[in-house]
C-alpha cells in the first residue's frame, strides 16, 4: 500500500474511535435519531389454553361466558357452527365429521374463551345396541374420524364378532355410502378367555359283499357230410367285468369240450376309526391317518441320443393320492356353553373295481391302477358341550345280475343252463359317523397314560418257547374288574 493512503486509513479511523467514546457508543436495540419506533406484534387469541369439546353430527352445545360477546370466529364452518343467542350464552353444533376451533372475543376484541371442537359420529345408538345384545360384555365404543374403535372385552369369540357385525350394520346406516367389507370398524375386543374344544369322532362302516358265477363254455364242432359246423360259447361275467379264480371242471364228448365255471365269493369289511382333536375355538384343526399309494401318470419317453434311430426309453410318471380317515373341524364357543360346528369327515380306501389297466409302452406288461372308494360328511351344527350328534341312515344296497347266453339255446327247458352264464353281484354298505364336542381345560402330566406304560418286552426263553410278545402291559393298581355282560379279553392289544 502507497504510503499516503495508509496515512488517510489511519486518520478515518481515529476520527470515528473519537466519535463513539465522545457519544458512550451505539447501544444494542436502540434506533438511530429521528426513526419512529416499530409496532409490537401478539398474539390476541389461541388455543393454548382452550377447551376440548366433543360433539356428535348433528348435537349441540351450550356454552355461557362471563363478558358480553362482541365477536365470533369459526375456523370451519362445514364441521361445527356457533350461534350467539344473547349477549353471553352461545349455542355449538356439530355439523359434520372432523376438528375445528371456535374463539370468542369482547367488544375490546380481547379472547373470553376458545374451544377445540371435534365433531364425530353419534355412538349413542352403537353403545346402547351393544349394551343390549351383549350385556355380560364390557365393550367401549369409540370415534375416529369417519371410523370406529371397538375394546374392552367379552366372553367368547362369537360375541366378538356379533359386536362387529352390530358395529358395521349402524354405522352403515348412518352413512350415505354404504362399506360392505367392514373397514371403518376396527375391532380390539380381547376375548377374556378362548375356550378350547376337544372333538371326538367315531367313524364305522360295515361293508358286506357277495359275488356269484355260474356258467359253461362249450367249444367244438359239429359234421353232417362236408357241412362243418364250428362255435365257441365263452362266458364273460360282465357284472362283475372279470371271472373269479375258482373250480373248473373241464370234459370232453366226441368233438364238444366242455367247462363248467362255478365260483362265489363273499366279503365282509369293517371300518373303524376314532380320531380325537383339540382346537381353540374360531380356530381349524385337522387329522389324517391313512397313507399315498402311487398312480401311474403316463410316461415320458426320450430318445437316448441325437443320432436317427436311435432306441427310445421310458420312464413311468408317477404322482401319488392320498386316502385312509381325515378330519377337519372349526368349532366356535357360543354362550351359555353352546358349541357351533363346522365338520368335515372322510373315509376313503383302495378297490379293485372300477380300476384301470394301463400298457406300458415297448412292452407286452402291464399296469393296473386302482381306484378309490370314498365316503365324505360336511355339515355345520350347533351342539351342547358333551352333546353327540349322529350322522347315520348312510345305506346303500347294489345288486346287479347278468344273464349271457346264445340267442334261442339259452331259453331251452333243460339244456338251456349248457348256453348261457349268470352273474350275480350284491353289495350292502352302512356308514354311521358320530361327532362329541367337549369343551376341555389343561390337565396334569401325572393325570395321563400313554398307551406303551407297562409294556416290556419278553425274554429269550419265554419268545422262543412260549411264544410270548411282551411280558408285562397294563398300568399297577388301574386295572378295572369287566363289565357284568362280557368276560372275554378287553384292553387296547387283544393275543
Not at 4 to 10: I, M, N, S, T, Y
Not at 326 to 348: A, D, H
Not at 413 to 431: A, W
Request: proline share 6%; net charge negative.
Amino acid at each position: 500500500m502507497p504510503a499516503g493512503k495508509a496515512l488517510a486509513a489511519a486518520a478515518v479511523v481515529g476520527l470515528m474511535a473519537s466519535w463513539m467514546i465522545g457519544h458512550g457508543g451505539a447501544r444494542a436495540g436502540e434506533l438511530p435519531p429521528g426513526e419512529a419506533p416499530s409496532q409490537v406484534i401478539h398474539v390476541a387469541a389461541s388455543d393454548l389454553g382452550s377447551r376440548a369439546v366433543a360433539l356428535g353430527v348433528s348435537k349441540s352445545v351450550v356454552i355461557d361466558l362471563p363478558r358480553d360477546i362482541k365477536d365470533v370466529l369459526v375456523a370451519d364452518p362445514k364441521i361445527a357452527n356457533a350461534i350467539v343467542r344473547s349477549s353471553r350464552r352461545a349455542y355449538i353444533i356439530g355439523i359434520g365429521v372432523g376438528e375445528t376451533n371456535v374463539f370468542f372475543f369482547d367488544a375490546e376484541g380481547k379472547q373470553i374463551a376458545g374451544f377445540d371442537i371435534a365433531v364425530k359420529r353419534d355412538l349413542n345408538g352403537i353403545r346402547a345396541a351393544l349394551q343390549q345384545v351383549i350385556p355380560d360384555g364390557d365393550i367401549t365404543v369409540e370415534g375416529m374420524g369417519d371410523g370406529v374403535i371397538l375394546s374392552g372385552t367379552v366372553a367368547n369369540e362369537a360375541e366378538s364378532q356379533q359386536a362387529y357385525d352390530i358395529a358395521v350394520r349402524l354405522l352403515n346406516a348412518q352413512s350415505s355410502v354404504t362399506v360392505s367389507d367392514g373397514s371403518k370398524v376396527v375391532n380390539a375386543i380381547v376375548v377374556r378367555g378362548r375356550d378350547q374344544v376337544m372333538l371326538k369322532v367315531t367313524v364305522a362302516e360295515v361293508e358286506r359283499d357277495l359275488i356269484k358265477q355260474l356258467g359253461i363254455n362249450l367249444a367244438g364242432n359239429l359234421s353232417y357230410g362236408t357241412a362243418v359246423v364250428n362255435f365257441n360259447n365263452t362266458n364273460p361275467f360282465t357284472a362283475f367285468g372279470q371271472t373269479l379264480s375258482g373250480s373248473n371242471v373241464t370234459g370232453s364228448f366226441q368233438n364238444i369240450s366242455v367247462m363248467l365255471q362255478a365260483m362265489e365269493q363273499a366279503g365282509v369289511i369293517h371300518t373303524l376309526a376314532e380320531p380325537n382333536l383339540t382346537a381353540i375355538s374360531g380356530e381349524t384343526a385337522t387329522f389324517v391317518a391313512g397313507g399315498e399309494f402311487p398312480v401311474l401318470n403316463g410316461y415320458s419317453c426320450s430318445a437316448t441320443s441325437s443320432t436317427p434311430g436311435a432306441p427310445v426309453t421310458c420312464q413311468p410318471a408317477i404322482t401319488f393320492k392320498n386316502f385312509g380317515v381325515s378330519l377337519n373341524f372349526t368349532p366356535v364357543v357360543l354362550s351359555g356353553g353352546r358349541i357351533s360346528l363346522k365338520v368335515m369327515t372322510e373315509v376313503s380306501d383302495l378297490s379293485s373295481n372300477n380300476s384301470l389297466v394301463v400298457p406300458e409302452p415297448g412292452t407286452n406288461a402291464t399296469a393296473t391302477v386302482p381306484s378309490i372308494r370314498t365316503r365324505r360328511a360336511d355339515t355345520t351344527v350347533e351342539l351342547p358341550s358333551g352333546g353327540s350328534l349322529a350322522m347315520a341312515g348312510m345305506i346303500q344296497d347294489s345288486t346287479r345280475h347278468n344273464i349271457n347266453g346264445f340267442p334261442g339255446l339259452m331259453e331251452l327247458p333243460i339244456l338251456g343252463p349248457l348256453f348261457k352264464s349268470n352273474d350275480y353281484i350284491n353289495q350292502r354298505t352302512e356308514l354311521m359317523v358320530l361327532v362329541t364336542p367337549y369343551i376341555v381345560r389343561a390337565v396334569a402330566n401325572k393325570d395321563l397314560s400313554r398307551p406303551d406304560d407297562g409294556f416290556a418286552d419278553p425274554s429269550d426263553p419265554a419268545q422262543v418257547l412260549l411264544g410270548r410278545l411282551n411280558r408285562i402291559y397294563g398300568v399297577g393298581g388301574k386295572v378295572e374288574p369287566p363289565p357284568d355282560n362280557y368276560y372275554g379279553k378287553y384292553g387296547f392289544i387283544l393275543d
